[in-house]
């Protein structure tokens, strides 16, 4: 992943609640990472740890390429 480039940083409630609405989240974060649109941890998990205002954050890491591609 390009650092340098913007990332949406979800949270997992979110993740589930609002943008998996009524589907299944795993099945979900695999279809995003396989496609490169999601941004795994170094451990390969789904989620990554954020640091903000001295607190840690497991996000989900959603790329600007799903917004990009046709």
Do not use: W
Not at 8 to 28: K, M, S, Y
Not at 39 to 44: A, E, F, I, T, W
Request: overall charge neutral.
């Amino acid at each position: 992943m390009d650092e340098d480039r913007t990332t949406f940083n979800i949270l997992p409630q979110v993740f589930r609640d609002e943008i998996c609405a009524g589907l299944d989240p795993t099945t979900v974060a695999r279809a995003l990472a396989e496609r490169d649109y999601l941004v795994k941890d170094s451990q390969g998990k789904m989620t990554r740890s954020i640091r903000h205002k001295r607190q840690s954050f497991r996000v989900y890491v959603i790329t600007p390429k799903l917004f990009e591609d046709d």
